[in-house]
């Protein structure tokens, strides 16, 4: 079981947008990766998080330093994979595992 991870992330949060906007938002932002648009460029342009500015990256991280929603979803997947929307207090995101 891996101890600690890199990950990348996209955050749709409810400030000002509802909870169905948010969520439509994240679904069009993952079908433009699915089709080949870059994440970093995707998270610098429409991430509500300050990570936008490194392209979401969030660097290293272990077990219990993220929501468990959101560390579920970034421990289980590949290096490379990209989440499904993801749902937390903070909104929804698409994680990219990185490492």
Sequence with gaps: ???????SHILRNLDGRSIEDALKEI?????AIDGGAEFADQAKENSDCPSSRSGG?????????MVAPFEDAAFGLEIDEVSGPVETE?????ILRTA
């Design 27 to 31: 679904k069009d932002i993952k079908t």
């Design 90 to 94: 903070f909104g929804y995101h698409l």
């Design 57 to 65: 990256d969030l660097g290293d991280f272990g077990r219990g330093m």
């Design 1 to 7: 079981m891996t101890d600690s991870i890199r990950a």
